[in-house]
């Protein structure tokens, strides 16, 4: 079933592609490709000979000068194809977030403690309002009061909801999302038309996307090759009437657009927007080209401990007991302490209890009370109606509470609590009446395959560099655990900006990810700024990439998928060229051999006739485009490589075939159309 809703929408898309083409045969909007507008404007030349074959002045073939107007239609008609292609999965992906865009009716909350029900499209900045369990949010906004679950699916894809809570760093809504249990009151911070979701429409769908730098330098580098080689097309009238060779209009033009780069030219736009369509896909929403292309050029990436690279929450790592106290009865002392303790921590204490052997029937939570943790006593626990007392807390005031019972201090608890903080982790004593039992190691858990992914980083040549509020001891550990490059201990707002132009003074990229007010003005200040969709309003205007899923490693793959789409335009760009080369010994020769019979010795390819050595070139420059669009939707795959390495093998590739391919190809084509008797 899902096989054929993907086929129905590829057809939907290539016959709307198909439609597109054609309309972009409008001359205001080719000449946004001058590569392109040299062969419309090639075309509106052969077509006007085919109908009038002297109106230039010598007579001409009026079949030819049909034969050669028809590919080049069909060679801009396939450069068009593979734009539309292009925009045509971008409007695609629009139309599903437009159908998560409903006219919903907001409750406003006036000043007289009333409300007034709006239109979703009539609220403004500023205005507050109240959405209960159920319901959906109207529009973008932070939350002021209120703590719920909000089902983000209709735009990340997510299906399990997420907290949002007032304060903090994950205070931010997104119109067309639903709370789904408690309420949560809100402050509207996007007028109409300006939210996240319509920006996303717009820009998913290309309406405001705009060349890149690089886009814009290789676009000036086509249109000087385009101008050399028209030059070098009319220089070859004086030169070819001067050596006695008529060199007929038609010719003329199928030599320049053979010429100049329109495979490339054909393509560029294309390669472009499918590379921010593959960063889309990947739930990450980019304001603009340039992050994308930035992206690939990454020098240093600069991520936070907590939540990116380490799971943020001390979870229970391993049971220390202390002096001659049996393992099994500080586990099970563990594990009571933990029976109303419904934080991470607690629940991870349960968790590795049960690995280690305790059973079910150890959890007798109706005979017990539960003792909270407080900022006075440290400690959090279980009392049972048998009188036991069992306690986990900080160590001293561990100690301090045994004390108060008569009991004692083991000798080696200082030594073994002193190891675990040296090894980056938090020391939990467990006391049962008035004796202490040992210690609960809690550890902020290094996410697995990071080191694996920080040393993929690595042979891209991009340095990392972890920043913590950890003290140095503790930072050491976990970077040398993630196998960051560097790392920088308590951390500060301004020692992230700080750090990031430091490393743009010499010359470096930078990414950064973040989700919170204070790293706004980092997020701002990098090259590459990926901030979460959970995080500040703050965090999200100030960045270039937003990440849906709010997923902080991602900034990996989107560095990855950067490199990509650079590395598909130069290799795209150099096959475009390197094509050249065999089209000129194709077309040249043709064109002199007969009155210089000399110039056969460069027709290699042994073609049949000039006409046929003229026609096959201009239809291989033609099919070519059509043939490597997949190529530039998908583009190449990137491995992580030297740059050196990576460079020659794509000049193997891309440059040495892009030769060899048309040598082939144009010598199939010319036995064809002998065959059909067509020259």
């Known amino acids: 079933m899902n096989s054929e809703r993907k086929s129905s929408l590829t057809n939907g898309l290539v016959k709307r592609a198909i439609v597109d083409s054609v309309k972009k045969l409008n001359p205001r909007a080719m000449v946004k490709n001058p590569v392109m507008f040299v ?55 629009a139309e599903s977030l437009k159908k998560t ?28 309002i109240v959405v209960e369990a159920g319901e959906f949010i109207a529009g973008d906004g932070e939350i002021i009061a209120g703590l719920a679950s909000v089902d983000e699916s209709a735009i990340t894809g997510e299906s399990a909801p997420v907290i949002k809570e007032s304060g903090g760093d994950f205070n931010s809504v997104t119109g067309g999302t639903r709370v789904v249990s408690d309420s949560l009151t809100i402050r509207i911070t996007a007028n109409p038309g300006e939210s996240f979701l319509d920006r996303m429409i717009s820009l998913v769908e290309g309406a405001t996307r705009q060349k890149t730098p690089n886009e814009i330098a290789l676009n000036t580098v086509l249109v000087s090759l385009t101008l050399i080689f028209l030059i070098v ?79 943020g929450n001390r979870m229970a790592y391993e049971f220390i007991a202390v002096n001659n106290v049996k393992p099994i009865d500080l586990t099970k002392a563990a594990l009571l302490s933990s029976l109303h303790d419904e934080t991470p921590e607690g629940r991870s204490v349960i968790e590795l209890a049960k690995k280690l052997g305790m059973k079910e029937m ?26 036991l007392k069992v306690r986990k807390g900080a160590v001293d005031a561990v100690k301090e509470y045994v004390k108060q019972y008569g009991g004692s201090i083991p000798s080696d608890i200082e030594e073994k609590s002193r190891t675990i903080a040296s090894e980056g982790g938090t020391p939990l004593a467990v006391a049962s009446g008035n004796q202490i039992l040992g210690l609960i190691y809690l550890k902020d858990t290094v996410k697995a395959g990071m080191k694996e992914r920080f040393e993929q980083l690595r042979r891209m040549g991009i340095k990392t560099i972890m920043c913590t509020g950890d003290n140095p001891l503790t930072a050491a550990t976990i970077a040398s655990e993630a196998g960051v490059d560097e790392f920088i201990a308590e951390a500060k707002p301004e020692d992230k900006i700080a750090l990031i132009k430091r490393e743009q003074a010499v010359g470096k990229l930078v990414a950064m990810t973040g989700d919170g007010t204070n790293d706004a003005p980092a997020l701002a200040q990098a090259d590459v700024g990926l901030a979460m969709n959970s995080g500040t309003v703050a965090a999200k205007e100030a960045a270039n990439m937003v990440d849906l899923d709010s997923d902080p490693t991602k900034i990996i793959e989107v560095v990855g998928i950067g490199k990509q789409l650079l590395m598909t335009r130069g290799a795209l760009t150099t096959f475009s060229i390197a094509n050249d080369i065999a089209k000129y010994f194709a077309i040249i020769p043709a064109m002199f051999m007969v009155a210089i019979p000399e110039m056969s010795a460069l027709n290699i390819m042994n073609l049949a006739t000039p006409q046929s050595a003229i026609l096959s070139a201009l239809i291989f420059n033609a099919l070519i485009i059509p043939l490597l669009i997949p190529l530039a939707m998908k583009g190449i795959k990137y491995t992580p ?29 010319d036995l064809l159309l002998v065959s059909m008797n067509l020259v």
């Open 362 to 387: 150890e959890l007798n939570i109706q005979e017990s009370v539960g003792i909270e943790f407080n900022a006075q006593t440290r400690m959090s626990g279980t009392d049972f109606q048998d009188g």
């Open 101 to 128: 865009k409903q006219d919903l009716i907001a409750r406003v909350l006036l000043n007289d403690g009333s409300f007034s029900h709006v239109s979703s499209t009539d609220l403004k900045k500023g205005d507050i």
């Open 641 to 669: 490589m030297k740059a050196t390495k990576l460079l020659n093998r794509n000049l193997l590739i891309y440059g040495l075939g892009g030769v060899i391919v048309p040598f082939i190809g144009i010598k199939l084509i």
């Open 233 to 311: 097309c009319i220089t070859l009238v004086p030169i070819s009437s001067y050596v006695g060779v008529i060199i007929p209009i038609a010719t003329l033009v199928a030599l320049l657009v053979c010429l100049i780069p329109t495979t490339i030219g054909g393509l560029l736009s294309a390669i472009g927007i499918a590379g921010m369509d593959r960063v889309t896909k990947f739930n990450v929403i980019a304001k603009s080209g340039k992050a994308v292309e930035a992206a690939g050029d990454i020098n240093t990436i600069i991520l936070d401990k907590t939540g990116t690279i380490t799971y």
């Open 39 to 93: 062969v419309e404007v090639g075309l509106l030349v052969t077509l006007i000979l085919t109908f009038f074959p002297s109106i230039f002045g010598a007579e001409s073939n009026p079949f030819y000068n049909g034969i050669v107007s028809v590919i080049l239609l069909f060679t801009i008609l396939f450069a068009n194809f593979a734009e539309a292609l292009a925009e045509g999965r971008g409007k695609a992906q």
